[in-house]
């Protein structure tokens, strides 16, 4: 899997397979990245409000290869709604890992968290956002720009105005939990889906439905959550912090039949996380 990129549409290749790095602390991010490369990773993705830009600037470092080898995403703070806070953003989040450049930059969230999915959709505020990351594009600051949690008229508003089109939107996006129809309309207008929580925060592992498929391919109910992904055309970004866990996810070298596709995608929807239902980064709202 580490060989293998899809390419965005300034030319840009990113791997299909990234470590995602939610909910590690400063020092287990560094081991994190530190572990992940050693095994054949090339991909991290982070975030401001993951609070770990540091530890991950730390792995990058410290990992043995050069920077230009590695694929580091990050995301502008959902609560940055202005151009200058955005500008400001993107220089602390530098400074943070001390990276003269961000290979993918994303929005972090369409509205800020303690308002997602709320009324208000902040339309005009993240046309401010995008103009700023649009001039960070061009300072060479960022390599690539895209969204995160962006539907459809999320995507429309920037749409309507870019300059720069949007390359990737990061979604949730697992067996049970495949938002299909903004998948479609993402790739028919050229812009790379990316599935966070591929593996459905664990709450997948145990369905026995999903792990009866699995078993057909002799491979482990994750190992099937993140070959689905792939097939469906996105990149995926488990997130662990066990190299065990790093190796099997990206041993990925199957084919799940149409059949199995169409099963997976009819999985009933999972609506209990457990204990990852509640989200820290969301300002105190359930997702």
């Known amino acids: 899997m580490f060989n293998q990129t899809y390419k965005l549409s300034n030319g840009t290749e990113i791997p299909k397979l990234g ?5 590690l602390e400063d020092v287990q991010a560094a081991q994190a990245v530190r572990d992940a490369v050693s095994i054949g990773y090339r991909h991290i993705d982070t975030a401001q409000a993951y609070m770990n830009e540091k530890g991950i600037g ?6 043995g290869i050069s920077r230009e080898e590695l694929f580091i995403t990050t995301k502008v703070a959902a609560e940055a709604k202005t151009y200058d806070k955005v500008t400001q953003s993107i220089d602390e989040s530098l400074v943070n890992m001390k990276l003269e ?5 994303l929005i972090h969230s369409p509205q800020p968290w303690k308002e997602f999915r709320e009324e208000n959709r902040y339309y005009g505020e993240n046309k401010e956002v995008w103009k700023a990351m649009e001039d960070a594009y061009k300072k ?3 390599k690539a720009i895209g969204l995160s949690n962006f539907l459809q008229d999320d995507i429309e508003n920037i749409l309507a105005s870019c300059k720069i089109h949007p390359m990737i939107n990061q979604v949730l996006s697992h067996v049970s939990n495949t938002p299909l129809e903004l998948i479609e309309f993402c790739q028919k207008n050229n812009i790379l889906v990316e599935a966070y929580s591929p593996i459905a925060h664990g709450a997948i592992l145990d369905n026995t439905e999903v792990k009866a498929i699995a078993d057909k391919y002799e491979v482990s109910v994750a190992q099937l959550c993140l070959r689905y992904n792939i097939q469906l055309g996105l990149i995926v970004i488990p997130k662990t912090a066990n190299p065990v866990h790093m190796k099997n996810n990206a041993d990925l070298d199957f084919t799940i039949t149409d059949a199995d596709m169409a099963a997976l995608k009819n999985i009933d929807i999972i609506k209990n996380y457990g204990e990852h ?5 969301f300002g105190g709202k359930m997702k």
């Open 58 to 63: 730390d792995g990058i470092r410290s990992c």
């Open 101 to 105: 450049y961000i290979d993918l930059l």
């Open 140 to 142: 060479g600051k960022v």
């Open 19 to 23: 470590l995602g790095t939610w909910l």
């Open 277 to 281: 239902s509640f989200f820290p980064v």
